[in-house]
């Protein structure tokens, strides 16, 4: 029998392996033709025009669609742009340049390679525009940016008067880079029209969204579009919108009359999908003598495109975090000649927490306090600005147990007080945080006539797991074995569900799998009840049960097996489709998730290298639903976190606003070697306000806080305080 | 990728006869070449297949050197017993660079072909670089500069030497048999490679019509007492932001003679006479490294974003001279 929470490896691991699983730009779809876009190599400015010529006639290839020729979308190819993931995109519906590796035309031919050589024999003219590249000097005119339902500014109590009553005072400026996602796979769509109807093989996390961007853009019903995803090969939030190469991809495809598969190289990664922007973080904490805070300011300013805004909300931590009668948060933007950033991995909390848990760290050392004991001092009983209690709350004992695994109470907290060999060891820690996100889906459950469950939904796998807890949560339902269920997904066809971001799907989706389960289960009832020859011919649903795939009596041994009562039925499948919205009285409560993160940093002394010995991670993230799975989401978060930390940075050529930079062995994430021990644990404390299993969702979760523990490690081991990300060897050379 | 030839020639002779056509290439691990054709930054019309020649032996050779042939890979290189014993930091300074995957694949001679991983030359987005573009002038000069070189550049070129084998190379005085069309001829390893001059797009004094055969190391007395140490933003996977090759001969705490040579910071892996001098006759201490290091690095010229690789680098020669001394530890 299967079990909320049980270990189970992914079901979808054994066809991942042997290859069978197959991603959005393996599908052998007849007649192929393959398209290459063409990027700007510009910051700003115009396109004079284009030679197309040589390209055009470059072996192999059906066409060079351009700003010149490309087909006219409604609106200027903006009928689909609603704030905040509706994004601004470059259609070839003008000649202008927004920031440099913009697409400006696609190259269509019958193979990848013939392509790619016409690709590179586009010229292009340009009228050359400076890009605004000056962050800093964008400050004065920035704009406020509201991201979702937060405004730009959220603030309560006086500020003022709360810095008065501050005995002690931390204010700094903490900074993180730009940052580019680059899962494995890369954005890649295969566009396929039939008459007015159109497939899209497409690399998502939110086949429903692509398809009504899709449709708006052309402006053609929505059920005039399919959308297939059954494997996402990474997502990270850069596959959450609908970005340019998907319709560029079904233009060419109406263009050239034929399927068209286009893939980004990998430099187009780095732009043309989004990324994390550059932010840059007052803050400033003051506290009594005791540590108890009396006003905390978090001003944010973060960077957008000239085209779109995109808030990097990192102020969302100091929002929620501590207790403290005055708090004054800040959002602002500071448009650059650079492509619109997006989601990436707990967008505002892993950079929001970089900044407050180093600035938090600061305080203690100030204060003269273990860090913990600063946070525990402040301890949010309940939300403090919105003075909502939280749904459940269990960060206090995820501070206790972290310290306990870690070991934390045998620190000397001075600075350099622990060496070995050419290394100084630090320790640091640091509180991690994410909101409780839930969205509406829908869920399909059928009993087959071959003895088998289907469960289907129409949401996305990015690696995650969402195969593994669908199954799990149908078995665990209807109390069968996981090896009897078989999970769907990715067809926009199906029952819909929400994006596959904000951490959400498996606190959104699982209980639609409970609701249909149980729902099909009583179809199978129903049709027992109904059936003369059934053994529970005439029975109330109320007194039957299933149980390892057979209808029983409550109470009773023997039973039905439903593939016979199927059989006996026209042997087609029952089931049913149900679907399941948030808590009806979710709004009076503060929803997040929390943690407590340590680490061990070694550095070399002389030579500067920082390298991560340990992370230990205690999360309270309601149920976990699959404790490998979910360990596993966990762990790759601080592993971004080490990235965050000291490694990841997209580097910008001042001169043409190119990220140099743009390839795998440049653009630095963190190899193995470059990671040591990563314990996780969760508390398992069931969340039930939230959600009927009692699970909130851990996507993002582990990126947080990690990369302020191990800055605070870093200055725990050399003394050296380093508020801006990533920490170099150059930063800590002696 | 351009269209182009593909050839296999049977032995070294016709191999270089095949290069007779401007812009032949020879192709051997392709890791390089590869990713470069792909990038649009080489464009060979035609690729010489050499990778099935008989270079991939590694021997002995009379008076106690060894002959590490061209198309040996650097994985076999690494792991070769006769190279683990007579030239550790030659090993560590391969295990140092690449990944297993690329090691397995990339060959001697192709290791010391390798291109500048310099931004401005690998993306042909950029208009400026000299390397690739003669006359275009130089992007990295005013631009993100962090990798760059800062010693023996040029107004023309700021370009890095990317390999970390070829560091290990020139300390231990390597030289590099080639053969050409008249026959074949050895060239020392401080002379193989160029800085940039006026002339950034040659990378190296070997002529077009020559195919390396071998990479010889002479029987030396550094076995005991090497060490290869390189600093990096990462733990694998990144080239050098500094590192250093270093070897004593050290009598009873005197030294007797020393070799460094540097990556990271030169067109060319930067081989310190200057130190090496400096350091004959001198006690084995902390102290004489620091003068060493000091003379190495004297008329280095940062730029805009690597000023810190002149203490980086400074730091990295004390550390892999007391390494050195202490019997050559991994770093």
Redesign the interface.
């Known amino acids: 029998m299967t079990a909320i929470g049980d270990p189970i490896t992914r079901v979808d691991g054994h066809a991942k392996v042997t290859g069978k699983a197959k991603y959005a730009a393996e599908f052998a779809v007849p007649h192929l033709t393959y398209a290459v876009m063409v990027t700007s190599t510009i910051g700003s400015g115009r396109i004079l025009s284009m030679g197309t010529s040589d390209a055009q006639h470059a072996p192999g290839v059906l066409t060079v669609m351009t700003p010149a020729n490309a087909p006219k979308l409604p609106q200027g190819g903006k009928a689909a742009v609603h704030p905040p993931a509706g994004r601004v995109l470059s259609l070839l519906q003008d000649n202008l340049v927004h920031y440099n590796n913009q697409p400006i035309a696609v190259v269509v031919a019958e193979t990848l390679n013939q392509a790619l050589y016409a690709s590179s024999l586009v010229t292009v003219r340009y009228q050359r525009e400076n890009p605004h590249l000056n962050f800093e000097g964008g400050f004065a005119t920035a704009h406020p940016g509201s991201h979702g339902k937060d405004p730009a500014d959220k603030s309560i109590g006086n500020l003022e008067q709360g810095m008065a009553e501050g005995e002690v005072k931390v204010d700094q400026v903490y900074t993180t880079p730009l940052e580019n996602h680059n899962p494995m796979e890369p954005h890649v769509t295969i566009a396929e029209w039939e008459g007015e109807k159109l497939t899209l093989h497409d690399a998502t996390q939110y086949i429903s969204g692509v398809k009504q961007t899709v449709a708006k853009s052309f402006g053609i019903p929505d059920e005039n579009v399919r959308v297939l995803c059954p494997y996402t090969g990474g997502g990270f939030g850069c596959k959450g919108s609908t970005w340019s190469h998907v319709l560029l991809a079904a233009m060419a495809a109406k263009v050239v009359q034929r399927p068209v598969k286009l893939v980004l190289e990998r430099p187009q990664m780095f732009g043309p999908v989004g990324g994390r922007p550059r932010t840059h973080q007052h803050v400033v904490l003051a506290a009594k003598r005791d540590g108890t805070l009396t006003a905390m300011q978090h001003d944010v300013h973060s960077h957008t495109s000239e085209i779109e805004d995109f808030t990097e909300p990192s102020s969302s931590v100091t929002r929620t975090l501590y207790a403290c009668p005055a708090i004054k948060t800040s959002q602002r933007l500071v448009p650059l000649s650079l492509a619109t950033p997006t989601f990436q991995r707990a967008p505002g909390e892993s950079t929001g927490t970089f900044a407050l848990e180093i600035a938090m760290d600061e305080l203690a050392y100030k204060l003269n306090m273990d860090p913990i004991q600063l946070r525990l001092k402040n301890y949010a009983e309940k939300d403090p600005i919105e003075n909502k209690p939280f749904s459940s709350k269990h960060l206090r004992e995820c501070y206790e147990q972290g310290a306990a695994r870690f070991g934390w109470a045998k620190r000397n907290p001075a600075p350099r007080s622990m060496k070995r060999g050419h290394d100084l060891i630090g320790w640091g820690m640091a509180t991690a945080t994410y909101p409780a996100n839930r969205s509406s889906a829908s869920v399909n459950v059928q009993f087959e006539p071959n003895g088998r469950v289907t469960v289907t939904c129409g949401s996305q796998d990015l690696g995650t797991g969402t195969y593994t807890i669908m199954a799990q949560v149908a078995a665990a339902t209807l109390k069968l074995p996981i090896e009897l269920v078989n999970a769907e997904l990715g067809d926009s066809a199906m029952p819909k569900s929400p994006v596959s971001g904000g951490s959400q799907t498996a606190a959104s989706v699982t209980p639609a799998v409970q609701a249909a389960a149980k729902q099909a289960q009583l179809a199978l009832f129903a049709l027992a009840a109904a059936d003369k020859d059934s053994l529970f011919h005439e029975v109330a649903p109320q007194d039957l049960d299933f149980e390892n795939g057979k209808v029983v009596r409550k109470g009773k041994s023997g039973g039905e097996d439903f593939k016979e009562l199927l059989a006996r039925n026209g042997n087609k499948p029952i089931g049913a489709t149900a679907s399941a919205e948030p808590e009806q009285d979710s709004e009076q409560y503060s929803k997040h998730s929390f943690g407590a993160v340590f680490a061990e940093v070694s550095v070399d002394e002389s030579l500067g290298m920082p390298h991560v010995q340990r992370v230990v991670g205690v999360y309270d993230v309601g149920t976990l639903l699959n404790e490998k799975t979910g360990k596993s989401q966990l762990i790759g978060g601080i592993v971004w976190g080490v990235s965050l930390a000291l490694h990841e940075e997209a580097h910008i050529d001042n001169a043409s606003g190119r990220i140099v930079n743009n390839n795998l062995a440049e653009y630095h994430v963190p190899v193995n070697a470059d990671i040591g021990e990563i314990e996780v644990f969760a508390l398992n404390f069931p969340d039930t306000k939230f959600n009927p299993l009692g699970a909130r969702g851990i996507g993002e979760i582990g990126i947080t806080g990690a990369g302020a523990a191990i800055a605070n490690a870093i200055y725990h081991a050399t003394g050296k305080r380093i508020r801006s990300a990533p920490i170099t060897p150059d930063m800590l050379l002696t | 990728?351009?269209?182009f030839e593909y050839q296999r020639p049977q032995n070294a002779q016709e191999a270089v006869n095949g290069v007779d056509a401007a812009h032949a290439k020879f192709l051997a691990g392709g890791t390089n070449l590869i990713d470069l054709m792909?990038q649009?930054v080489e464009l060979p019309t035609r690729l010489i297949d050499i990778k099935r020649l008989e270079l991939a032996k590694i021997e002995e050779m009379p008076g106690g050197g060894l002959r590490l042939g061209a198309l040996a890979t650097n994985a076999d290189t690494a792991g070769h017993t006769l190279v683990r014993q007579r030239y550790p930091m030659l090993a560590q300074a391969i295990l140092a660079g690449a990944?297993p995957q690329l090691r397995n694949m990339a060959t001697n001679g192709g290791n010391l072909l390798q291109r500048t991983?310099c931004?401005?030359f690998?993306?042909p987005?950029?208009?400026h670089c000299n390397k690739r573009k003669p006359g275009s002038g130089c992007?990295a000069i005013?631009?993100?500069n962090?990798?760059h070189a800062i010693l023996g550049t040029s107004t023309a070129c700021i370009a890095t030497h990317p390999s970390d084998m070829c560091v290990a190379l020139a300390a231990l005085g390597a030289r590099v048999r080639v053969q050409g069309k008249g026959g074949e001829r050895v060239i020392e390893f401080a002379d193989f490679h160029r800085l940039p001059g006026r002339t950034p797009e040659i990378d190296t004094n070997l002529r077009a019509d020559e195919l390396i055969l071998s990479i010889d190391l002479p029987a030396g007395p550094y076995a005991a007492h090497s060490a290869y140490?390189k600093?990096?933003?990462?733990?694998?996977?990144?080239?050098a932001?500094v590192s250093a090759a270093a070897a004593l001969e050290l009598d009873n705490g005197t030294i007797r003679s020393a070799r460094l040579a540097l990556g990271g910071v030169a067109h060319k892996p930067w081989r310190s006479d200057r130190a090496e001098a400096m350091l004959a006759g001198k006690p084995a201490s902390q102290q004489s490294y620091v003068v060493a290091a000091n003379a190495a690095l004297e008329g280095a010229k940062p730029f805009e974003h690597n000023a810190?690789k002149v203490?980086?680098a400074k730091?990295?020669i004390?550390?892999a001279f007391s390494l050195a001394a202490a019997g050559g530890d991994k770093a």
Request: aromatic share 22%.
């Open positions: 990728m351009q269209p792909k649009q990944s991983r931004y401005y690998y993306d987005a950029y208009e992007a005013e631009g993100f962090r990798i140490v600093v990096r933003d990462r733990a694998s996977y990144a080239f932001l810190f203490e980086m730091a990295t004390v550390r």
